[in-house]
């Protein structure tokens, strides 16, 4: 059964860190590029940041450039998303995804072919 889980979410406040992961089950991720994407409350899905599957390429949102840095360990089967600097508008649900993509990765959900369940990220003083 192909699965992805994020774990890490939780409530920090401005300024603090956390780190989400993304684990697969399945299947193997050595061959897709790895999606973050979130949703606020009365918002639509926005695309965070992605990595690709062969070379490295990332993409990242203007919003968390510079603050965001994504990762993958082949070997864990995992991907993270380190976040730093938090702000209150960084709330969300924080969703990763899968896409068998060579190249550049996709930035736009509907690329994407498999999703995680998502995991609560507030920031709140």
């Known amino acids: 059964q192909v699965q992805l889980v994020e774990s890490g979410g939780g409530l920090v406040q401005p300024g603090g860190s956390l780190r989400l992961s993304c684990a697969a089950s399945?299947?193997?991720?050595?061959?897709?590029?790895i999606g973050w994407f979130r949703q606020a409350p009365g918002k639509e899905r926005e695309g965070v940041s992605c990595?690709?599957?062969?070379?490295?390429?990332?993409y990242y949102a203007d919003s968390v450039k510079g603050r965001f840095t994504i990762s993958r360990d082949n070997a864990k089967n995992t991907v993270y998303l380190l976040m730093n600097s938090l702000k209150p508008e960084d709330t969300a649900v924080y969703y990763c995804?899968?896409?068998?993509?060579?190249?550049?990765?996709?930035?736009?959900?509907?690329?994407?072919?498999?999703w995680g369940q998502g995991t609560q990220v507030t920031v709140s003083s």
């Open positions: 399945g299947f193997t991720l050595d061959y897709y590029a």
């Open positions: 995804a899968a896409a068998s993509w060579l190249g550049f990765p996709p930035t736009r959900a509907y690329e994407y072919d498999y």
């Open positions: 990595i690709s599957s062969s070379d490295g390429s990332t």
